[in-house]
């Protein structure tokens, strides 16, 4: 039988949505809370104290340890405190090899803090879904390609875009699913879009490496070198022999390299004490749209003199750069943020309303289905609550996991990591035991739980557990976050509404 | 620079409101009758119009190359915010923009 263009979108909407559906809403609600993985971070180091140091004297409390503890490393590394974390680190070695330590900013002295996977789990799982190697970003990128096709399938087979730009009717069931899921994609269409396509192209070399297999034989280091552009002016040629030499103060190069780059990041200093020396300073990435990872100003270790700037990119570079920086969301500061969390939050409930859809509309039907479609069904429901009420409260089981194991444990943030997956288990067990309608109540209902006793967590575990503004911001939007998990659960805990006959559906839309 | 974001966002939901207005099933939604064509037409030119300010203010808080960026937020979020207390409480979601005024102006004498 030959079908229309708008049957057949939306019979891959439908199939090709809840094949893709799931990662998604687990891509997507993981990614939203990593706009705030430093102050998720910071919440799970309740060891780092409030200060107030400057970036020179952060500097300083940091190469007097380092003076007095490693003076022998060849590579000395400052990650300076800033607007969004109060943590000082010193390291020595390289990036891969590198040992770093927190330093308490009041003593200058090593600052024991927990071992944790930190806020940062969240920012890598959602694009690697913790597979190994590349096996996870390339099935992100799988998703995202399935996540544009739901996206531009569903403009299709949406018959009246505009027309229903601002319905929503609330407590119609199938009606209600459908315009909630209308709804917050038309409106949020413009995020949905920039955040699936840049999530894409920030890996493009990995999905598409045909063009750097031909130009470069495929050597990654020579296509990344070929993106910077020709050597910066500044760029001074040195004599190679060292001997013993002060280090310049770095005081005046922080204020130097500031007043060019914005708000700073880190510091890095190669052969210090030595004639050779050199200073990198990096500026923080929130300076700008474009994604300056790698960037930064250069030194004389010793004279203080410029050695390159921070390099111009090129336009091709600069382009990748922005697509990939809109998608960072590290612009822009606090109001920017919110501004892409609660918009990650509600791509998530449009995908979840989705997912929801597709079991309400076959729940009538699901009775006169054959044994396999019913086990089918059933399983369908099972994961649909495992996927959006397990996961919320696996996240929220993490943080709970990460105050309440013991400090001292070894291996801790792998112990974090499995309370995390064991609740995410649990909670497909539950679903699949449980009649559908009490599995989704008690999961939601105990991650809103966890969410509100967040504070209280805190208050009986950590020693001043609102030192520092930004766990306070974690907990307030916790409670937040749970008083709506509660009235979801309370929600689905209401008997479910009969359809009612369109006539009087007619007459309710009048009196409203 | 917390005004400026505010004023946004304002501007954004003033849109969203009158554009929404403009449409028939929501006027009537709310006032129980047909609006005239010409009220609906400066309905709509109004909310392009506020939108238009709404841009302009997110310009002003974050700059010309993160301003619209914010802008576009700033309509979703409006819009979706709109959405959901049409429903719930419409008289409210109609008389909300009153308050915008006393609230941009305690923003602005505190910051």
Known sequence: ?512 | MLADFFAGWAFAYLGMLALCQGLERHYKQLWHKVPPVSLRHSLRAAGWLSLGLSLYFCVQAWGWAMGPVGWFGMLSLSGFGLLMLLPYRPRLAVWLPLGFAPVWAMITTLT
């Open chain 1, 1 to 512: 039988m030959k079908q229309t263009l708008t049957q057949s979108m939306a019979w891959l909407h439908t199939w090709g949505g809840l094949v893709v559906g799931w990662l998604l809403f687990v891509i997507f609600l993981t990614g939203s809370l990593a706009v705030f993985d430093q102050e998720i971070d910071n919440w799970m180091h309740p060891e780092l104290p409030a200060h107030h140091l400057s970036n020179e004297q952060a500097v300083d409390t940091a190469l007097n340890y380092l003076r007095a503890h490693k003076p022998d490393a060849k590579q000395w590394g400052i990650s300076l405190p800033y607007e969004r974390s109060p943590e000082l680190q010193a390291s020595t070695g390289g990036r891969r090899d590198g040992v770093s330590v927190t330093l308490d900013p009041a003593t200058g002295e090593v600052l024991p803090v927990r071992e944790t996977v930190g806020g940062r789990f969240f920012f890598l799982f959602h694009f690697t879904l913790h597979m190994p190697g590349l096996l996870g970003i390339y099935l992100v990128g799988a998703l995202a390609m399935g996540m544009l096709a739901a996206l531009v399938s569903g403009i299709v087979i949406h018959k009246k875009f505009f027309k229903e730009f601002f319905t929503f009717r609330p407590a119609k069931g199938q009606r209600s699913w459908l315009d909630a899921h209308n709804a917050s994609a038309v409106l949020l269409l413009p995020f949905h879009l920039m955040i699936t396509y840049s999530g894409l192209a920030i890996f493009l070399v990995i999905y598409m490496p045909a063009a750097m297999d031909a130009l470069f034989d495929g050597n990654r280091e020579a296509f990344f070198k070929a993106q910077d552009p020709a050597p910066a002016v500044l760029e001074i040629e040195r004599p190679q022999a060292a001997g013993p030499a002060p280090l310049v103060a770095v005081g005046p190069l922080l204020a130097k390299a500031r007043e060019v780059m914005g708000p700073l990041s880190g510091v890095n200093i190669t052969n210090p004490g030595q004639s050779n020396a050199q200073i990198q300073i990096r500026p923080i990435l929130g300076n700008r749209i474009a994604l300056t990872k790698g960037q930064g100003m250069r030194f004389d270790g010793v004279t203080g003199e410029q050695l390159s700037g921070p390099t111009e990119m090129r336009s091709t570079v600069l382009t990748h750069r922005v697509i990939s920086g809109l998608h960072f969301a590290q612009f822009g500061g606090y109001p920017m943020r919110w501004l892409y969390f609660v918009c990650g939050l509600i791509s998530s409930a449009m995908i979840a309303s989705g997912l929801v859809l597709f079991t309400v509309k076959r729940r009538r039907k699901y009775a006169s289905e054959s044994r396999a479609g019913q086990v089918f069904y059933r399983l369908v429901e099972a994961i649909n609550v495992t996927v959006m009420a397990g996961l919320s409260l696996a996240c929220i089981g993490l943080l709970w996991g990460n105050h309440l194991l013991p400090v001292a444990l070894k291996e801790r943030a792998d112990a974090e990591l499995n309370v995390f997956f064991g609740v995410w288990a649990l909670s497909l067990v539950h679903a699949l035991l449980r009649p559908r309608m009490q599995a989704w109540r008690e999961q939601l209902g105990l991650a809103g739980l966890m969410c509100l006793g967040l504070p209280l967590l805190s208050m009986f575990t950590v020693d001043r557990p609102w030192a520092l503004h930004s766990r306070t911001g974690v907990e307030l939007t916790a409670l937040v976050l749970g008083t709506m998990l509660l009235w979801a659960c309370w929600k689905v805990s209401q008997p479910v509404v009969e359809r009612v006959p369109r006539k009087k559906t007619a007459a309710m839309v009048e009196v409203n």
